[in-house]
């Protein structure tokens, strides 16, 4: 995984919603960016160990862990600085973790412009070209 470009992550296990959230992010980040999607948590472990992105997105229901575990996985093996936008339907730990300075919480079912506000505080926003 050798890219000049800024590494975006996407965790994702449902197909048509990693497909959705994948193509918007692409729409939304600045091209100098890239996104790199995963089903499962272990394969994002895997590639942040070999390279750092510049933000994660991250459900917390997964096939292969709980929520928990993803939460544990994103607090203390990703830096602080790093961004991090959790992306659940699971308001139990949604609201918990809304209240971390650190996570910016997307709830599936809210507008996009809310999670386009995020992703534009995170990383910047696709320049449109100019006419």
């Known amino acids: 995984m050798t890219t000049n470009k800024k590494l975006v992550f996407l965790l994702e296990d449902n197909v048509p919603m990693r497909e959705v959230m994948k193509d ?4 939304q980040l600045p091209e100098d960016c890239e996104v790199h999607d ?6 994002l472990k895997q590639a942040c160990k070999q390279i750092q992105p510049a933000l994660i997105v991250s459900d917390l229901n997964v096939l ?3 929520p928990a575990e993803v939460i544990d996985f994103l607090q203390a093996d990703i830096p602080p600085s790093l961004p991090v936008i959790i992306s659940s339907s699971s308001y139990e730990y949604t609201r ?17 412009l809310v999670l386009t506000g995020f992703v534009d505080s995170c990383i ?5 070209p100019s006419t």
């Open 96 to 112: 918990v973790l809304a209240f971390q300075e650190r996570f910016k919480v997307y709830t599936k079912g809210e507008p996009l």
């Open 64 to 66: 292969d862990a709980r």
């Open 24 to 27: 918007f992010l692409e729409l």
């Open 38 to 43: 995963f089903a499962e948590l272990g394969a």
């Open 124 to 128: 910047g926003q696709r320049m449109s």
